[in-house]
């Protein structure tokens, strides 16, 4: 079975349908004891968007602590759509341009141009990319 990805946070804020969790992204090293010392060691904040069934939103309240899960598969669907398709469309278009005799300035040109389509095109498809591509909130156990 599928291990879940899970994060601690704090919910900020509260819309219809929608909760607004702050959770801090930590690299591996960041909770090491020596991490303060370290130049690798990384850790930072982030919002993450969470869909919440309409009505449900009366369960949590801002500044509640939540522990906010996904499943491992949508880590590696976010990074196709992220980063692989945007790489190998740059690398399809460089090949198409460098074979119809442009030069290579004018081919890495389009190859970053055609990135502009790419994200624009996620962006109209947010909301069906949300629906694939989901979180979900549970209360934090207390100790």
Same mark, same amino acid.
């Given at each position: $079975?599928? @291990?879940p990805i +899970?994060?601690?946070? =704090? =919910?900020e /804020?509260?819309e +219809?349908g929608?909760? *607004?969790? +702050? =959770? $801090?992204q /930590?690299?591996?090293c960041?909770g090491c004891k020596?991490?303060? +010392?370290?130049?690798t060691a990384?850790?930072r904040?982030k919002?993450i968007?969470v ?10 309240h801002v500044g509640?602590?939540?522990?906010? /899960?996904t *499943?491992?598969s949508?880590?590696g669907?976010?990074l #196709?759509l992220?980063? !692989? ?9 460089m090949?198409a341009? /460098?074979?119809?005799?442009?030069s290579?300035? %004018? %081919?890495a040109? #389009? $190859?970053l141009?055609?990135l502009v389509?790419?994200? #624009?095109i996620? !962006?109209?498809l947010?909301?069906?990319i949300?629906r694939v591509i989901?979180? *979900?909130?549970e209360?934090?156990e @207390?100790?």
């Open positions: $079975m599928e @291990k +899970r994060h601690d946070g =704090i =919910i /804020t509260i +219809r929608h909760v *607004q969790v +702050r =959770i $801090m /930590t690299s591996a960041a020596v991490a303060s +010392r370290c130049a990384e850790a904040e919002l968007d869909a919440v069934a309409t009505g449900q939103e009366s369960r949590w509640q602590q939540v522990v906010v /899960t *499943q491992s949508m880590a669907k976010a #196709m992220g980063f !692989g398709l945007p790489l190998v469309l740059m690398l399809l278009v090949v341009a /460098t074979a119809a005799g442009c290579e300035g %004018a %081919a040109l #389009m $190859m141009g055609s389509p790419y994200y #624009m996620i !962006g109209l947010r909301n069906r949300a989901s979180f *979900q909130l209360e934090q @207390k100790n």
